[in-house]
C-alpha cells in the first residue's frame, strides 16, 4: 500500500466517524490513533538472565514473525553464529511460512567467532542462501582479523512486492544461543500490517533494506570460502570459541530434557532468583494430627536451593541446605525428590519457632549466602498475600508460575 492509499484510507476513516457523531471529535481522533496503531507497532526488548528476563530476544523475533503473517522473505545478518543459535531459531519460526519463505543469511567470518556448523547447519536449511560479508578479505590474515569489522545484527521478514517489509528486529542480538535467550541483550522490533501500512514509519525503515541489498551484493558466497575459513580456523593456536554459549546460564538453558528434570527459561530463571514465594494451601501431612512440615513443590525447585538439575530417582534425598524462619535459628534442612515426581521441602517444626501453621500462608524462601556455599543458607518469612505484592513492587523483576494443581508459586530478582 502507497502513501496516498494509506492517507486516503486514513481520510475515509475520519469521515466516516464524524459523520456519524460529530460531537465525538476527540474520541474520532483516539480512534484514529488505535487504527495507527494497529498498521505499526514498535517496542524495546531487554534481556537479562540475572534479573530473570530469560529468551526475550528470541519471543520478540516470533512475535516479529507472527505479525508479518504470511510473509515470503526472512534476511538476517549478524556479526557470528554458533549452531545451537542457528538450531534455536529454526524451532521459535518453525511453521509454513518459515518454510517457504525465500531466506539470505548474511554471516560474518571476523575473528573466526562463526561456528562452521552453524554455517552448515544455515545452508541446509530449505531455500537458504548464506553469503558472507568481507569473507575474501578476512581469510587474507592468519588471525582471521577484518579491516573493518562486520557488527551488524538485523533480522527482518517481508513480502516480495512493495513496500515489501513487514517487520523488523534491530539491536545487539547475534544468533548465538546465549543471544537469543540468556545473555544481556537489548532489540527493538518493528511491525506493520499490509492491509494499512503506517507508510512513514516504513518509509524510514527503508535503510535498512538498502543497506542489506547493498551488502549482499558485495558478499563472498558461502561456497567460495567455507572450506578455506574452516581450515585457517583450525590452525589458530587458539581456536576461539563463543564464550557466551558457555556461561552457565546457557548451559542451563540448552540442558537436555533426557537427563534433566528442566531447562529452558525456568532453569535459569530459578538459579538466578533472590527470593522464591510458593503458596502453602496444601501442606503434606507428614506429623499426623499436628501442622504439617513438608510442603511439595515442582520438579526442578532444587535448582533454586542450589542442587543441580539432573534426574534423579524418586524417593532420593537431594541434599541438605540450612534453614531459617525469620528471628529463628538456622536448622538442617533436607530436601528429597517425592514419590509424586515432586521436589519436598522440609521446613522447620513450625510451633518451635514462632508460627502455628504452614498451612494457609505464602512462603518466602530468600537467599542468605552465595550461591556457591555448601551448605547454602536460607531465611523463611511466613506470610500472606498482601505481602508477597509488595514484595514484587519492590523487586527488579518478578515471575508468577502456577504448578499443575492450579497452586501458585513465583521469583522475585
Not at 538466578?272 to 511439595?296: C, F, T, V, Y
Amino acid at each position: 500500500m502507497n502513501a496516498r492509499v494509506f492517507m486516503t484510507a486514513r481520510a475515509q476513516y475520519i469521515r466516516e466517524a464524524n459523520t456519524a457523531n460529530p460531537s465525538r471529535t476527540a474520541h474520532t481522533r483516539r480512534d484514529v490513533a488505535n487504527f495507527e496503531d494497529s498498521c505499526y507497532q514498535v517496542a524495546v526488548h531487554a534481556q537479562d538472565s540475572a534479573i530473570g528476563r530469560v529468551g526475550v530476544v528470541l519471543k520478540a523475533i516470533a512475535h516479529a514473525a507472527d505479525r508479518a503473517g504470511d510473509y515470503e522473505c526472512i534476511d538476517i545478518a549478524v556479526a557470528y553464529a554458533s549452531a545451537e543459535g542457528v538450531r534455536l531459531l529454526e524451532n521459535a519460526l518453525a511453521g509454513p511460512s518459515w518454510a517457504e519463505a525465500r531466506k539470505r543469511f548474511l554471516v560474518s567470518l571476523d575473528f573466526g567467532f562463526t561456528q562452521p556448523k552453524a554455517l552448515t547447519r544455515l545452508t541446509e536449511i530449505s531455500r537458504a542462501e548464506v553469503r558472507v560479508p568481507n569473507g575474501r578479505e578476512v581469510l587474507r590474515s592468519a588471525a582471521l582479523q577484518p579491516q573493518t569489522a562486520f557488527h551488524a545484527k538485523v533480522y527482518s521478514f517481508g513480502v516480495e512486492e512493495y513496500p515489501h517489509l513487514r517487520a523488523l528486529v534491530v539491536g545487539s542480538a547475534n544468533l548465538t544461543a546465549s543471544a537469543l535467550s540468556t545473555g544481556a541483550e537489548v532489540v527493538t522490533s518493528q511491525t506493520w500490517k499490509s492491509y494499512a501500512t503506517a507508510w512513514n514509519d516504513l518509509r524510514r525503515a527503508q535503510p535498512v533494506l538498502d543497506w542489506f541489498e547493498d551488502t549482499w551484493e558485495n558478499a563472498d558466497a558461502i561456497d567460495d570460502v567455507f572450506d578455506e575459513y574452516r581450515q585457517k580456523r583450525r590452525a589458530l593456536k587458539m581456536p576461539p570459541r563463543i564464550q557466551e554459549e558457555r556461561t552457565p546460564a546457557t548451559r542451563r538453558y540448552l540442558a537436555s530434557l533426557e537427563d534433566h528434570e528442566i531447562s529452558g527459561d525456568l532453569s535459569v530463571q530459578l538459579a538466578a532468583a533472590k527470593e522464591l514465594w510458593i503458596h502453602a494451601s496444601s501442606m503434606i501431612r507428614n506429623r499426623g494430627d499436628l501442622p504439617g512440615s513438608q510442603i511439595n513443590t515442582p520438579r526442578g525447585t532444587r535448582v533454586f536451593f542450589g542442587f543441580p538439575s539432573e534426574k534423579r530417582s524418586r524417593n532420593t534425598t537431594l541434599g541438605s541446605i540450612n534453614l531459617r524462619v525469620t528471628g529463628h535459628a538456622y536448622h538442617d534442612r533436607t530436601l528429597r525428590f517425592g514419590d509424586n515426581g515432586m521436589d519436598v521441602i522440609n521446613l522447620p517444626i513450625p510451633e518451635q519457632n514462632g508460627v502455628e501453621t504452614y498451612l494457609g500462608t505464602f512462603l518466602l524462601f530468600s537467599r542468605d549466602s552465595p550461591e556457591d556455599e555448601n551448605p547454602p543458607y536460607y531465611t523463611l518469612t511466613v506470610t500472606d498475600a498482601a505481602g508477597i505484592d509488595a514484595k514484587k513492587a519492590s523487586a527488579a523483576n518478578s515471575v508468577d508460575l502456577t504448578m499443575n494443581g492450579g497452586r501458585e508459586y513465583g521469583l522475585l530478582f
